[in-house]
């Protein structure tokens, strides 16, 4: 069975500072690899997906990459600002099913 | 644009009584559908997925229920609520073809007392 561990569970940085929040899958045949904002009480929110083929992806301040071989994905999120604080989960599709982590939750202090 | 709903927002239930929860998709046909559950501080548990009408699968065994009566309307019911039912639940779509990106609707916050 498939199993997605994101690492650290929780992270807090100085506004303006780059970081990464990892995410790792046990199997690797996966269709695609999804990344996720959640603010608290909230649904979740998209913000990038990579296909299987894919290596990265961006979206302004944010960039995926994807290394399917060693079953890892990385989110950076550059230049930091006090609204990224939220939860950030990522998530695997192995076809009709979807492994969830249990989400890195980032604190940016002004 | 596609849009997704759930309905209530929030519920509050005694154990024993009956649940249903809402979740309609607006602006694409035939869309893959998902309900999960999302307790304190654990991940998202997949419960249900739907492929089409009629076509329910469950993944883990508990006294809930889902049900798909129209193309992208998905509902989740329980004829007996448990203390364990408590939690966020959480309903989402994919394309039926193409990229399997998923995108999740606001969720409902059941508290069961």
């Known amino acids: 069975k498939q199993e997605v561990t994101q690492i650290p569970a929780a992270l807090s940085v100085p506004e303006g500072e780059n970081l990464v929040l990892n995410c790792s899958f046990t199997?690797?045949?996966?269709?695609?690899l999804q990344w996720f904002r959640q603010d608290p009480g909230k649904g979740l929110t998209s913000l990038l997906l990579i296909q299987s083929s894919q290596r990265e992806q961006t979206s302004g301040r944010l960039n995926a990459s994807l290394d399917k071989s060693s079953g890892r994905s990385t989110l950076y999120i550059a230049a930091s600002q006090p609204g990224d604080s939220a939860t950030y989960l990522c998530a695997v599709d192995t076809g009709n099913q979807f492994y969830f982590g249990t989400g890195t939750s980032l604190t940016v202090i002004p | 644009s596609q849009t997704i709903h759930q309905w209530p927002a929030t519920l509050v239930q005694p154990v024993g009584s009956p649940l249903s929860l809402e979740c309609t998709v607006e602006g694409t046909s035939n869309p893959n559908l998902y309900w999960y559950r999302q307790a304190a501080g654990r991940g998202l548990q997949l419960l249900f997925y739907?492929?089409?009408?009629?076509?329910i699968s469950s993944e883990v065994p508990q006294n809930l229920s889902a049900s798909r009566p129209q193309d992208r309307q998905f509902i989740l019911s329980s004829k007996k609520l448990l203390l364990s039912d408590s939690g966020f639940y959480l309903c989402a779509w994919s394309p039926a073809k193409g990229y399997n990106e998923q995108f999740f609707g606001p969720g409902t916050r059941l508290t069961v007392l």
């Open positions: 199997d690797s045949a996966i269709y695609n």
């Open positions: 739907s492929i089409g009408i009629d076509q």
